[in-house]
C-alpha cells in the first residue's frame, strides 16, 4: 500500500536519516532539507518495488562528492531532474521511478527531491542498507547490475552521461565530479523495478520514517543489529598527508585514536577512508567494514564524522551490523576490508 | 587593577578586581572607579532588536529561492543580492567577479551596513575583498563585514553570521563610544559569548563574537564566586574580603536585588579572560612540508588577530588547533582551526 512523504513527514525522514548517518555536514544537511522542504508540499509517494508495473524503468539517485563542497557551492535547483532526464536521454526511455543509493542524511533527501520535482514515486528501499563511499559499493551491484549508464548534473550546469564497464565507475566518475566542482547528483543504475525488487535491501525508507519520530530509539532504525564497542574519549586524530591507497578512494588515509573511559580502558584506534574501516582495540580487530563503525557524540547524540573528530570530544563507538548480503564472499569482495586495501 | 563593567542597566554596574579577587564595586558610574586600573573588561548583551538595515552580497552562483540570501530571515530587514563569483574550495574561480553588478547594486542599496560572503573564501578570500574595495570607493564611510573572517565553511551559515554581525554594527559602535566616553584613555575590551575577550575595535567590527558576552561573563562570574551570588544570599565569599566589598551595600532586595548580583557577576566574569581570536581556513598542500608551512601561516594569523583583539604580544599563544583531511575532495585539501589567546597588556 503506498503512502506519502510531504511536509508533515519530512522532519521524521530527515531525523532518521541522521542517525547513523556520516559524511553529512551541518550546513549541507540544512540546506538539503531547507531544498526538500520547499518542494515536498504536494508528497512524494513512497512505493514498494513490488507495487510499481515491473517493467518500470528505475534509477538510484545520490549525491557524490564533498558535503562540504555543497555547503559552500550551493545547488542551482535543477541538479535532481538534471540527472534523471539526462540518464533517460541516454536509455531512451522515461524513469517512472526513483530509489536511493543509500539513505544517509542528504543521500535520503536528494531522491526525495528528485521525485518531487519530476513528480514520481520514491521506492521504499535502497542499495546498500548503509553507506559506503563509493557509488559502486550496492547492493545491486551485487546482483549484477551496473551503476551505468551514469548521468551526472553539477551546480554550474554541468550534465555528463557516463557508460563504460563494471568495476570502472568510480575511476572515472571521481575526477568527473572533482571537475564540476567537488559534488554532483547522480542518477545511475537504470534497472527495471522487478530487478530492483530483487536486488535493494527493502523497506529501509519505512523503516527510517518510524526510526526518526521523537519517541523512536536508535535502534529501531538498525534492520540487522547493533552494538557499542566502547565509550571514551578522542585523544588523537591523524591524517596521512599521502595516499597510498590507489586512485579510486577518495580521500586520504586518517587515524582516530579513542580512549574507552570505562571498564578496561582500552585504546580504540578507528582507521578511516571518509567511513570508518577498522576498529583496533588495544591491537586486536574488534569490527570491520562491511559492517557500519561510527563515533556517536555523548554530548548531543550526533554522528561524529572523520572531518570533524577533534581531540578532547567524548564519543560511542558504535558497531551496526550490515545486512547479510554484504557478509556473503561477493559482499566482503565488495564491501569488506580488502576493498579498501586493508589485508588483515 | 582591572575594571569590570556590567552593562544592560539604567546605571552600569562596575567591580574593581585585583590579582583576579573581587574588591570593590562600583554602582553609579564606571568612572568613578578607574583611577589606577589599567583596563576595562566590559560584558554587555546585544539586543537582536530592533537590528540595523543590511545591505547583503552574496558571491556565488545562482540557487533556490529558499537558499537565496536571507532567505527566512524577516528578523534582519534590509536588501540582498547574488552576484557572480566565488570560487571552489579547491581554489578554482567558479567565475569572474561581476564588478558592475556590485557597483550598481551598492549605488542603489541605499544602505551604509555591508555584509559581504563569497562562496569558498575560507579557502580563496580574494572576490570578498574586491567587494570590498568597490564599497568603500562607492560609499566611503560604509561599514563592511566580510565573512572570510570567521573563516567558517558553509556558505548559508557564514552569511548568516555575517549579516547579523553587520546588523549590530551600529549598536557595537554606539556602546564602545559611550563606554570611551566613561572612561577615557583606557584600554577596553569586551566578553565574547564563547569566552574570552576583544578589543573595542574588534568588537566593532565583529560584533556577533560578543552577542551574548553579558549572560556568558555572568555565568563565568558566578562559578568563579562559588554560587554565592543568589538572591537570598549575602555578599559573596572566596575571593572577597570579609563582610563583602565596598559597594554591596546597593544590593538591594528583591528583583532589582537579582538583576543587581547578575550583574555584579558579570562585571567581575569578564575581568577572567584574556583576549582569544580564532582562525579557520580551508587550506591546500601537497605534502607534510607544505602542510606544515601553511599551518605556520594559519597560527602566524590567529596571534596576530590575538594580538590586534588586545593581547600584549608577548602573551599570545597558540591554544588549540585543529587539522582535518577533507573527504572526497583532491588531495591535500585540510579544514584548520586555530585558536590563540594571550592576556590584556
Redesign the interface.
Known amino acids: 500500500m503506498s503512502r506519502r512523504i510531504g511536509l508533515a513527514e519530512l522532519p521524521a525522514y530527515a531525523a532518521g536519516s541522521r542517525l547513523f548517518a556520516t559524511g553529512a555536514t551541518e550546513s549541507s544537511f540544512r540546506l538539503t532539507l531547507d531544498w526538500a522542504r520547499s518542494l515536498a508540499g504536494q508528497g512524494v509517494e513512497l512505493v514498494a518495488a513490488g507495487e510499481l508495473a515491473p517493467g518500470t524503468r528505475c534509477a538510484a539517485v545520490t549525491l557524490a562528492g564533498s558535503m562540504i563542497a555543497l555547503s559552500e557551492q550551493l545547488p542551482g535547483g535543477d541538479e535532481p531532474a538534471g540527472a534523471v532526464r539526462t540518464l533517460e536521454r541516454g536509455l531512451g526511455e522515461p524513469v517512472g521511478a526513483v530509489v536511493a543509493l543509500n539513505l544517509a542524511a542528504e543521500n535520503a533527501l536528494i531522491p526525495l527531491i528528485a521525485a518531487a520535482t519530476l513528480d514520481v514515486p520514491l521506492v521504499d528501499g535502497d542499495g546498500t542498507g548503509r553507506v559506503f563511499p563509493l557509488v559502486e559499493q550496492t547492493t545491486f551491484t551485487l546482483a549484477g547490475i551496473g551503476a551505468a549508464p551514469l548521468a551526472l548534473a553539477g551546480a554550474s550546469g554541468e550534465l555528463v552521461l557516463l557508460d563504460t564497464v563494471p568495476g570502472r565507475v568510480e575511476e572515472l566518475l571521481r575526477p568527473l565530479v572533482l571537475a564540476v566542482g567537488g559534488w554532483a547528483v547522480a542518477a545511475c543504475y537504470p534497472m527495471s523495478a522487478r530487478d530492483l525488487a530483487g536486488a535493494q535491501v527493502a523497506g529501509t525508507v519505512s523503516r527510517l520514517l518510524e526510526a526518526g519520530r521523537p519517541e523512536s530509539a536508535r535502534p529501531s532504525a538498525v534492520p540487522f543489529g547493533m552494538r557499542t564497542l566502547c565509550e571514551g574519549r578522542i585523544m588523537a586524530v591523524e591524517g596521512s598527508p599521502r595516499r597510498d591507497t590507489g586512485p579510486s578512494l577518495p580521500s586520504l588515509p586518517s587515524s582516530i585514536v579513542v580512549e574507552e573511559s570505562q571498564g578496561l580502558r582500552r585504546l580504540v584506534r578507528l582507521e578511516a577512508y571518509n567511513e570508518i574501516v577498522l576498529a583496533l582495540a588495544d591491537g586486536a580487530v574488534v569490527a570491520t567494514t562491511p559492517d557500519q563503525i561510527c563515533m556517536v557524540s555523548t554530548r548531543d547524540g550526533a554522528v561524529v564524522d572523520v572531518d570533524r573528530a577533534v581531540p578532547g570530544m567524548d564519543v560511542e563507538v558504535i558497531v551496526v551490523k550490515a545486512a547479510p548480503v554484504w557478509h556473503t564472499e561477493r559482499g566482503l569482495e565488495l564491501g569488506g576490508p580488502r576493498a579498501f586495501g586493508l589485508v588483515l | 587593577m582591572i575594571l569590570g563593567v556590567a552593562l544592560g542597566r539604567p546605571t552600569p554596574v562596575a567591580v574593581v578586581v585585583r590579582d583576579g579577587a573581587l574588591v570593590a564595586i562600583v554602582a553609579s558610574g564606571a568612572h568613578r572607579a578607574r583611577a589606577g586600573a589599567r583596563a576595562a573588561c566590559v560584558a554587555v548583551d546585544l539586543a537582536e532588536t530592533p537590528m540595523a538595515p543590511v545591505a547583503a552580497i552574496r558571491v556565488?552562483?545562482?540557487?533556490?529561492?529558499?537558499?537565496g540570501p536571507m532567505a527566512?530571515r524577516p528578523e534582519v530587514p534590509g536588501v540582498a543580492t547574488i552576484v557572480c563569483g566565488?570560487h571552489?574550495?579547491?581554489g578554482r574561480e567558479?567565475a569572474p567577479l561581476d564588478t558592475e553588478a556590485v557597483r550598481r547594486f551598492v549605488a542603489g542599496c541605499g544602505l551604509a551596513d555591508f555584509a559581504v560572503t563569497a562562496?569558498?573564501s575560507?579557502a580563496v578570500p580574494d572576490h570578498e575583498l574586491a567587494v570590498a574595495e568597490i564599497i568603500a570607493a562607492e560609499m566611503p564611510g560604509a561599514r563592511i563585514t566580510l565573512s572570510y573572517e570567521s573563516g567558517r565553511?558553509?556558505?548559508?551559515?557564514r552569511e548568516e553570521d555575517t549579516v547579523r554581525s553587520a546588523a549590530l554594527r551600529p549598536q557595537a559602535a554606539r556602546i564602545a563610544d559611550e563606554t570611551a566616553r566613561e572612561l577615557p584613555g583606557l584600554p577596553i575590551y569586551f566578553a565574547r559569548t564563547a569566552g574570552g575577550l576583544v578589543s573595542a575595535t574588534y568588537f566593532c567590527r565583529a560584533p556577533l563574537v560578543c552577542r551574548l558576552g553579558g549572560t556568558a561573563s555572568a555565568a563565568r562570574g558566578r562559578a568563579a564566586l562559588s554560587g554565592d551570588l543568589s538572591p537570598g544570599a549575602g555578599p559573596p565569599e572566596g575571593t572577597l574580603r570579609d563582610g563583602g566589598p565596598p559597594g554591596w551595600e546597593h544590593a538591594g532586595s528583591g528583583p532589582e536585588r537579582a538583576a543587581y548580583l547578575d550583574a555584579v557577576a558579570a562585571a567581575y566574569g569578564a575581568t577572567l579572560t584574556g583576549p582569544v581570536a580564532e582562525v579557520e581556513r580551508?587550506v591546500r598542500?601537497r605534502?607534510?612540508e607544505e602542510?606544515d608551512r601553511r599551518l605556520r601561516e594559519i597560527r602566524d594569523e590567529a596571534l596576530t588577530r590575538v594580538v590586534s583583539a588586545g593581547a600584549a604580544p608577548g602573551s599570545a599563544t597558540v591554544t588549540a588547533s585543529?587539522?582535518?583531511?577533507?573527504?572526497?575532495?583532491?588531495?591535500?585539501l585540510?579544514?584548520a582551526r586555530i585558536t590563540a589567546t594571550g592576556a590584556t597588556p
Open positions: 556565488a552562483g545562482r540557487c533556490p529561492a529558499v537558499l527566512g566565488g571552489r574550495l579547491t567558479l562562496a569558498g575560507p565553511p558553509g556558505l548559508r551559515e580551508i598542500a605534502g607534510g602542510l585543529a587539522v582535518n583531511p577533507l573527504s572526497f575532495l583532491p588531495d591535500g585540510y579544514w
